[in-house]
Structures are given as structure tokens and as C-alpha cells.
């Protein structure tokens, strides 16, 4: 057991990292806030500056607007004439009265509240409403200069002594059209309502928002004067003013050059954001500002939303490194369960074997006493427990291994281990083998020996029968007449005895690195690797076979094989064993048997065919004889019919003569009663007078016959049989001129190594080259159309052979289908006798 499994693990790793995630997250969310804050901060920036841009950019037109306005009345001469005919004509009612229409429609139309009409003088000629008759203290003070250069001015935002709210005047001075820029004559004052479009022009605000405002405000002195209407300020606070000094209020900030957004505190000492901007053309500065109070309010929600993402990423990984935690403990003591059960396990499983072990267990000490003893080592000793705890060691060994058992300690202590086999005694005396093994252990310091040992009686038995069944075998194998042959699964041989050796002509050395293929005939090969492996496969239960083997000298034996195969007990194939008996005798015996019986149906073939020949060929010449002979007789026979009857019997007698002939020679020749005549004959002479015989045969049937002599006259004369000799001539003769249709005919000799070579070359059929080498054999014909129009025997070159090698020589043919034949024979060239 792994100590690592003594106690559960401890929590603080994954407190720890919950801690770590825990602020991960918070930080996260916090750097989350701030960015979503700096955004939001940036963007009503923005808008703050853009709202004051428009704003600012209002003011400038309407004030244009305004001035355009005064322009328009400077410019329009009818109503100018009438201005001026009013100064001189001030009584003119009707006059008056359009004027005054005309100033009506002004406060109606436009953001005018009151006009005046004033001389150069400054004396009030006309006004409107009747309320408004007296010129203002401030615009007193711009009148003679706008009297004097003649432009259309509006004033500043101002109270003054008549006029206690806030507003503008348009200033319009009048010039006669002829007259030149500093002749104004009058001034039209026009008082500006600012609530009616200037401010709430001013006081708009594109989106709704509880903080902000726009603020106009300008400078008095060190002060700043607030032109419009504060929202946060009951009765709104025009006119209110605050020190330019004040740095942290935005619109002293405006007033110092700043132009841009950022924070500050307003009038009411409140933090907020505001752009500044000064008003071109004007006295004006504006801001556009919100609470920074209301800005965060928007983040409040976010806040909310980050916030409880935080809480849950936290609850969720709290949560699962709690379960891990748990997850872990639970493992940890279902593992500590698990081993616990093991041990014990372990323990019953030691105390089983040690009760029921089939070996003896003993266990003793340093003095080789027995401390502990198995059931199965009392049982065996039977001694019982008592008895057998304490007794010593060597005691247990029987009278003849006492001795040795110094010699099985030391090795026992030297080497910590030691297996043997001895032979112990029991308590009645007897003996039984036993084979130790043996091992030092040491028990809490304390050094024992321990000892697992077994009876080995049976195994002692067992081993000696096999012992013995094998020098039986072996035996049986090396002297057995039969070969005997052991190989492995490839066939490679493991063993041979000395018959198989002695069949093939190796020695036992040599065939260990072969298989059996190798001195196998090729042809048996693939039969026998196809049988081995159907007798692997079970198909068969034995293989038996007769086949040719290859001996070391290069002889072919046959051999009765019966292969057998030695399979393990699971079935599977180990060994192959092979007996083989030499048969090769027997089959030569066979093959000696069969080729007699061939040769003697093949010969009772022959014969039947010869007799069925030779009747007809006698019948043949005996039917004219015998019709011809009668015809004789007839009486009133012609003279020339008596001589034509008479050659024809002449003939045919010649003809059956011959064939007898034929059948005596053969009979001699095979009867051995040949005897040969040899006598002095000039070659050349009888080959003439043959040739000559031949010459009707050369008239009847238009081939020529060619002699073809080589020796001198002289040296023609000759020692030899010439009967023989001629007959062997004239038979291939006789045949040429049966097989040749046209062409020639050649005969001669030549001498060649002593011997005369004959030959007989004709030009006709041929002779296939598969009846070549049988033609020479009794009663043998070629089977052919063409010889089976001529009469034979089948015997004339068999005759020939026999006298050719009765002559001393012999015979032989080379022929070419339908080119013609040659024949050759030769005879010893002896020119006298001996
Ligand atoms: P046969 O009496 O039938 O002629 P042979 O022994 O003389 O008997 O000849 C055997 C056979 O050999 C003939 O039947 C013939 O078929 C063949 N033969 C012999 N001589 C010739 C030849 N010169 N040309 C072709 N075939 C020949």
C-alpha cells in the first residue's frame, strides 16, 4: 500500500486555486467596469461638445438672422421715406398711424417685443407697445456710436434701469437714401424678447436628461454674469454671478481659454462634466453640462449584471472544486477499503496455502530448528506438531545424504538461496526423494530459513520408466531394418537412423542441415507437400506413398514411404516420422514385367498382322498360279495366250518364292542357324551385275538407278558373305523403288575407317521421324497411304539388320518426309581372310 494512501488529501490546493480564480474574476470584472466607464465617460463627452457645438453654432444664426432683419428695414426706402417725412411731418396722423401698423407687424411676426423710433437726437418719435416710450440706460450709451457710423447692431443680453429682465436690442439706424452714411436721421429700436426663441433655443436638449443644461453666461468685471435660465435654480437665476476666480467652476474654466470637455463643479457645488465654448461675435460664453451622478446612474445596471456574473463564476467553481474535494475523499477511502480487504485477503490466502499447500513448508531458525511446520510436512514426516517443532534439520535426512547436508547449508547461507534434491526420512525410517528449495529470510531483524519442498517419489519413477521407454525407442529406432527418419514441422530432418543413412548414402551429420525435399525426385515434390499438408490438417491419418529418392551419388531408389505426424496434446503439429523400405527392386521387377508384357502383346500384334499379310501375299501369287495354270489346260489356247499365261505363273512363283524366302531367312536368323559364306568377290563386279537386274525396273517404272563405286577394281576384291551382302542391297533397293513416285535412285559405297559404308538413296516419301527408329523391327510398316498400296511384309529390314550385324556391322536410315530416304549399313572392309 502506497503511503500516499494513509492520509486523505489535504483541501488547501483547491482552496487555494478557488481563491486565485475568485479574484481573477473580481479584478476581471472590475478592469470590465472601469473600461465600460471610461467608454460611457468618452462618449457623453462627446455628445456634450457636440450639443454645445450646435448650440453655439444656433446662436450665431440667429443672431445673423436678426441683424439681416435690421438690414432689410435699413434698406427699404419707401418705409425709410416715410421715417423721415414722419420727422418733419410729425402732426401727419395718417402717416403716424402706417408707421405704427408697420412696428405691429414686427413684435407680431418676430421675436420683437417692443419698438422704438428715435432722431438723431435722441428723442422718442415712436413706440410700440404705448408702455415702452423711454431709451434704456445701456443702449444710451451705444447710440451716438451707431448714429455715427450708420451699422445695424444687437446689443448684449443686459438689464438696465427702465428694463429690469434680461434682453437684446436690434439697433437699425435710418439714413435718407441720398444722403451720405453719416446723415442717420433716426434709429429704430428694436427690444428682443430672448424667452421667445433666443432661449429655448438655448434651453433644448436633444435626449431627455434630469441634469442637464445649457448655460450663457458673460463677464463683468472679475465676475461672471449667468444669461439663461438655470433648471436647478428656483426662479431660474438669470442675472446670477459667480467669481471668474472660481477654477473648479467650468464656466470660469470657459472664460480662462479653456475649450474643451471635461470635469467640474457647477454653481451648486455639484461634480459634473461640461464642454465649453466661446460664442464668436459676442460677449457669450456657453456650457453644455450634465451631473456626473447621472452618468454613473446608467452603470448602475451594469454594475448589477457584472457583478452577479462574478458571484456565479465564483458559486459555480466553488461548487466544483467542492466536489472534486469530495470526489477525491470519496476515492480516497473506497481505495483505503479496497486495500484493507486485500490484505486480509492476502492473509486468509497465505494461511490457505500454507494449510493446504501440496508442498512441505517449514520455517527454522539460525540453528536450523523447526519453528513452523505445514499440515502437508506433518503428514509427510508423520511426526505430529510437537514432535516436529523444534527437531533439527539434519535429522530429516536420510543415513546415506546425512553427509552432504554441511556442504547444502553453507550454500544455503552464502548464496541466501539454494534449490536441491536429496532424499529424507520419515519417522518409521523409510526414504523418499525430495526436491528443496530453500531461502534465508529475516523476520523483524531476527534471521530464519525457509523451505518449500516437494516428494518427489513419483516424479523419480516417472522420469526413469521414460528414461527407459526411450532407450527403448531409441533402441527400436536406431536398429530397425526399415529407415526410420524424424523431422520438424518444416520438414528439416531432426533424426535418421543408420538404415536411412546407409539407403541414401549420407551420413547422419549431413542429412541434420537438410530437409526431405531435398533428396526427394522432383516429381514427387508437389504431391507430397500437398499431402503433408492435408495430413497437418487432419484430412488424412496417415501418408503413404511410393516415390523416388536422389542418393547422395546421384542413383534414383524408389521407396515405400509411410509419414506419419506426432502432434502435442492441444493437436498442433510437432514432428513428422517417416518409414521407408526400399523397393526399388520390386519396382524394377515391375517395370521389367510390364515392358516384357508390352513387347509380347506388341510382338502378338505383329505376328497377327504378319499372318493376315503373308496370307494375302501368298494368296496373291498362288490364285494366279493355280487360275492361270487351269487356263493352260483350255483347250484352242493360243500360242501367245500360252506364253503370256505361262509368265505370269513365271512371276507370281518368283514373287511367293521370294516371300517364302523372306519368312525362311527369318526363321534361320531367329532360330540362330544363319551360317555365313565368306568367300573373295570383287565389289564392284557384283554391284553391277545387281544393278543390271534392276534394269526393267528402271524401263517399267522411269526412275533411274545410279551406282556409285569408289574402290579401284583392285581393291574391290573383297572378303565378305556376297549373298548377304547382296540381299541387304537389293531389299533397300526393292524398297526405294516402292516409295519413290519419281526422281532417282542412288546405291554405292564408300570406305570409311576401315569399314565399307553401303548407302541406298531414293527420292520419294520419306519416313516420319516417329517410325524412324521402329521400321527396323519385325513385321513393322508405316502405317501410310502410300504402303498400303504396295504388298510387304514388314520383314525385309529386319533381314537386313540381322545381316548387316551378322556381317559385323550395322544399320541405320536418315530420311525426310516427302524429300526422300537414305540407308546406310556398313560391313567390316577385309580384303583376304582373317
Ligand atoms: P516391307 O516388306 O513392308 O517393305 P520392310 O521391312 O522392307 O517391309 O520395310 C518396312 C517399312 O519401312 C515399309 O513398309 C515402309 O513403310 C518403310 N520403308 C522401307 N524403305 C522405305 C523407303 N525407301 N522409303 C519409304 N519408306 C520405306
Redesign the pocket.
Known sequence: MSSSMKTPAKPWPLIVLFFIFSTSAIVAGFFYYRSLEKNLMNETMEQLSAIADLKVRQIIQWRRERISDGNYLKGNIPHIRQFSRFLAEEQNRQLKNDLISSLISYTENYDYGSILFIDRYLNVKLFYPDQDTIIGDHIQVLLPDVIKKGDVIVTDLHVSGEVDFYHLDLLIPLKEPEETDTNVFGVVIMRIDPDKLLFPLIESWPVSSKTAETLLFHVEGNEIVYLNRQRHLEGGGIGMRMPVTDNKLPSSMAVQGINKTTNGVDYRGIPVVAAMKKVPGTPWYLITKIDREEIYTSLIDKIGQIAIIIILTILTLGLFLAFLWWNQRVRFYKGKYEAELEQLALVKHFDYILKYANDIILLFDKDYRIVSANDRAIDTYQYNRSEIIGKKVPELRSAETAARIREDLEELERMGYSTFDTIHRKKDGSTFPIEISARKVEIEGVKYYQSISRDISERKKAEETLRESEERFRKIFEESPFSMVMTGKDMGIIKANSSFCKMLGYSEEELLGLTFKYFTHPEHIAPDELSILRLVAQEIPIYHTEKRYLRKDGSVIWGSTTINIIRNTKGEAQLFFAMIEDITARKKAEEDLIAAKEKAEESDRLKTAFLHNVSHEIRTPMNAILGFSSLLNEPGIQENERKQFVEVISQSSTQLLSIINDIVDLASIESGQVRLNIQTINLNDELRKLSEQFSYKQKSQGISLILETSLTEKNADIFTDSTKLIQILS??IN??Y???GKGKISFGYNLKDGFLEFFVR?T????PPDHQGR?FDRF???D?DI?RQ?S???????ICKAYAELLGGRIWLS?VPNEG?I?NFTIPYKKKEG
Request: hydrophobic letters at 35%; glycine letters at 18%; charged letters at 5%.
Open positions: 531389299n533397300l524398297n526405294a516402292k516409295f519413290t531414293d520419294g516419301v520419306g519416313i521400321v513393322y510398316q508405316v501410310s504402303s504396295y510387304g511384309t514388314g520383314l525385309g529390314l529386319s530420311s530416304s540407308f
